[in-house]
C-alpha cells in the first residue's frame, strides 16, 4: 500500500511539475485546465469501476488479484515513462488515467483482506497501518515528484523514471509475501454495467445503517482533508508568506499527524474497535481548526521566507501545531471506522462495502473542489474557509452521532473508563467472541455497567432496575446499549413479564446479556 500510494503521489506530481514548467510561459488557462483534468481523471475510475472491484475482490482469491494488480502497475509504470519522455500531455493524462483505474482495484482488497488474517483485537493496529502508510506515502510521493523534476537538467526525467519502476517492482516484490486469502464469495456473479451496478452496490450498503453512515463519516473526512490540502499551497505562499519549503512542511505537519493519530489509536483503543475514538477526533478536529482559523495571522510574516525564517515568525509554531492537531484527530477519527465496516460487514459482502465506500469518497472530494471554488466565488478567504469547515466538522459529526448514537455512547463510556477510574482486567478469555452468552457480575457501584461496556469488546445488553434505567443523561446511554428495564413483580408485573421476554429474545438473537443477581448493590 505505502509503495503504490508513494508511485501514484510521485507520478501525479511530476506530471503537475512538468505541465507547469511546459505551458504555463504560454497559457496559464490552459495550465491550470490541464492540471484540473488530470485531477479529475485519476477519480473518474472510482466512479466508473468500483463496483465492479468489488464484486471482483470477493469472488476471488485476493493475494493473487493483489499481484496480478501490481503487475499491472509495473506495465502502467512503463507507459508513464515513455510518456515522460516523450513529453506528451495526452499520453501522460492517459497513463494517469489508468494509475486511478489501478488504484480502484486496489483499494476494496487492501481493507477486504485485513480480516481474514487479523483478529478483530487487531484491526484497529492494522488499519492504522495502513493509514500510516498512505499518509506518509502522500507527504513524500509528494516531494519526491515535484522535487526530481526540478532537480533534473534540462528537463531530464531519467531520475523520476528509475524511481516510478523501481517502487513498482518492489511493490510486486512485497505482494509475493502476501498470505492466500480465500474467496469470500466464489458463487457471486460479476456484472459489468458501471452506472447500474453502482447504484445498486450504494442501495444495498445502505440498508445497514450502523456501515452506511461511517462511510458518511468517512467520506466527510476525505472531503475535509482534500479541502486542506488544496489551501495550503496558497496558505503558504500568500498568507504565511513562505516559498515551496513551507508548503511542504505544512503538508508534512498534516500527514505526520494522521499517521501518528492512526498508531496511537492501537494504544487508545485496548485491542478493541474503539469507535468512542470517533466523536474524540470529531471534537479535536473542530477545536483545532477553528484554533487554526485565529492563528491565521491577518499580514503575511514575510515575503519567500525559507523553512528556518519561518520557523522564527510569531505565531508561526501555532500553526503548524494546529495543523498537526488536525492531522492527528483525524487518525483517531478514521481508523476506527474502517475498523468498524471491517468489523461489522458481513464477509462476503466486505469488499463490496468497501467499493461503496470508495465511491462516495470520490464523490465527496469533487464535492470539496465545488465547494470551495463557489465560497472563493463568494469572497470568502482561507482563513474563512477553515473556520466554515470547522464549523461544518461540528455539524456533520452531530448529525451522524444522531443517527448512530452508539458512537457517542462509546465515546462516554470510553471517557469515563480512561479518566475517572484505572480498570484492571483478568479472564477476558472467558467471554466468547460470538454467540449468546451471559455474564453474571457483583453489582459494586452505579458505574458498573458503563465500567463492563468499556472492558468486554462486544456489545452487551444490561438488564436494570428501571429506577436507574431512568436516571437522566445516563438514559441516554443505556436506550442506546438497549438496555432491558426491569421492576419487580409487585411494582410493575407488565414491565417484569417484557424483561423476561427481551432477555429471551436477546439469546436468541445471539446477544451478550449482563444481569447483577442481587437486584441491588452488592454488600
Given at each position: 500500500q505505502l509503495l503504490g500510494a508513494f508511485n501514484d503521489n510521485v507520478y501525479k506530481n511530476a506530471l503537475v511539475a512538468l505541465i507547469a514548467f511546459a505551458v504555463i510561459k504560454s497559457s496559464s488557462m490552459d495550465d491550470g485546465l490541464l492540471i484540473n483534468i488530470a485531477a479529475g481523471l485519476f477519480i473518474l475510475p472510482f466512479f466508473l469501476f468500483s463496483a465492479l472491484c468489488g464484486q471482483i475482490a470477493d469472488k476471488y482469491e485476493k493475494s493473487t488479484l493483489i499481484r496480478r494488480i501490481k503487475l499491472a502497475e509495473i506495465g502502467i509504470m512503463i507507459f508513464g515513462v515513455i510518456a515522460l519522455y516523450l513529453h506528451s500531455v495526452p499520453l501522460l493524462i492517459g497513463v494517469l488515467f489508468l494509475m486511478g483505474t489501478q488504484s480502484t482495484f486496489f483499494g476494496p482488497i487492501k481493507y477486504g483482506i485485513l480480516p481474514q488474517h487479523l483478529s478483530s483485537s487487531e484491526l484497529t493496529g492494522g488499519n492504522g497501518l495502513v493509514e500510516l502508510g498512505t499518509f506518509l506515502a502522500i507527504l513524500l510521493g509528494t516531494i519526491a515528484g515535484t522535487q526530481l523534476i526540478a532537480i533534473s537538467e534540462n528537463g531530464s526525467v531519467l531520475p523520476?523514471?528509475?524511481?516510478?519502476?523501481?517502487?513498482?517492482?518492489?511493490?510486486y516484490i512485497a505482494s509475493r509475501a502476501i498470505p492466500n486469502s480465500p474467496a469470500s464469495d466464489p458463487n457471486l456473479t460479476v456484472k459489468f454495467n458501471p452506472f447500474t451496478e453502482t447504484a445498486r452496490l450504494?442501495?444495498?450498503?445502505a440498508k445497514n445503517k450502523v456501515?452506511?453512515?461511517s462511510i458518511l463519516a468517512i467520506s466527510w473526512f476525505w472531503f475535509l482533508g482534500a479541502t486542506y490540502l488544496a489551501q495550503f499551497p496558497v496558505f503558504a505562499r500568500d498568507i504565511l508568506g513562505g516559498n515551496v519549503d513551507v508548503f511542504t512542511v505544512l503538508?508534512?505537519?498534516?500527514?505526520?499527524?494522521?499517521?501518528?493519530?492512526?498508531?496511537?489509536?492501537?494504544?487508545?483503543?485496548?485491542?478493541?474497535?474503539?469507535?468512542?475514538?470517533?466523536?474524540?477526533?470529531?471534537?479535536?478536529?473542530?477545536?483545532?481548526?477553528?484554533?487554526?482559523?485565529m492563528a491565521t495571522p491577518v499580514t503575511p510574516l514575510g515575503v519567500g521566507l525559507g523553512i528556518a525564517a519561518f520557523?522564527?515568525?510569531?505565531?508561526?509554531?501555532?500553526?503548524?501545531?494546529?495543523?498537526?492537531?488536525?492531522g492527528m484527530f483525524g487518525g483517531f477519527y478514521i481508523v476506527p471506522l474502517y475498523s468498524l465496516i471491517q468489523l461489522r460487514s458481513a464477509p462476503e459482502k466486505l469488499s463490496r462495502a468497501i467499493a461503496c465506500n470508495n465511491v462516495i469518497n470520490a464523490l465527496f472530494m469533487v464535492l470539496s473542489a465545488v465547494v470551495v471554488l463557489i465560497l472563493l466565488g463568494l469572497g470568502a478567504t482561507i482563513a474563512q474557509i477553515f473556520l466554515i469547515m470547522a464549523v461544518m466538522n461540528a455539524a456533520v459529526a452531530l448529525y451522524i452521532f444522531r443517527q448512530v448514537p452508539e458512537f457517542f455512547m462509546r465515546f462516554?463510556?470510553?471517557?469515563?473508563?480512561?479518566?475517572?477510574?484505572?480498570?484492571?482486567?483478568?479472564?477476558?478469555?472467558?467471554?466468547?467472541?460470538?454467540?449468546?452468552?451471559?455474564?453474571?457480575?457483583?453489582?459494586?457501584?452505579?458505574?458498573?455497567?458503563?465500567?463492563l461496556a468499556g472492558c468486554i469488546k462486544r456489545p452487551i445488553r444490561f438488564v436494570?432496575?428501571?429506577?436507574?434505567?431512568?436516571?437522566?443523561?445516563?438514559?441516554?446511554?443505556f436506550r442506546t446499549?438497549?438496555?432491558?428495564?426491569?421492576?419487580?413483580?409487585?411494582?410493575?408485573?407488565?414491565?417484569?413479564?417484557?424483561?423476561?421476554?427481551?432477555?429471551?429474545?436477546?439469546?436468541?438473537?445471539?446477544?451478550?446479556?449482563?444481569?447483577?443477581?442481587?437486584?441491588?448493590?452488592?454488600?
Open positions: 523520476v523514471s528509475v524511481v516510478l519502476l523501481l517502487v513498482a517492482v518492489l511493490g450504494v442501495r444495498a450498503t456501515i452506511f453512515q503538508l508534512g505537519s498534516f500527514s505526520v499527524g494522521i499517521a501518528a493519530g492512526s498508531l496511537l489509536c492501537e494504544r487508545l483503543s485496548h485491542g478493541r474497535v474503539e469507535i468512542g475514538l470517533v466523536p474524540f477526533g470529531a471534537i479535536g478536529i473542530t477545536l483545532f481548526g477553528l484554533d487554526l482559523y520557523a522564527q515568525a510569531a505565531g508561526a509554531w501555532r500553526v503548524l501545531l494546529d495543523i498537526f492537531l488536525i462516554l463510556i470510553w471517557l469515563l473508563v480512561h479518566t475517572l477510574y484505572r480498570v484492571r482486567k483478568r479472564g477476558m478469555e472467558n467471554i466468547p467472541d460470538t454467540g449468546a452468552a451471559i455474564v453474571a457480575a457483583n453489582h459494586v457501584s452505579f458505574v458498573d455497567a458503563l465500567i436494570m432496575y428501571y429506577k436507574i434505567y431512568q436516571i437522566p443523561v445516563l438514559n441516554f446511554i446499549a438497549r438496555a432491558i428495564p426491569i421492576a419487580g413483580q409487585r411494582e410493575n408485573k407488565a414491565m417484569y413479564d417484557q424483561a423476561f421476554l427481551d432477555m429471551h429474545q436477546a439469546l436468541e438473537d445471539d446477544d451478550l446479556l449482563c444481569i447483577f443477581p442481587e437486584g441491588e448493590i452488592t454488600r
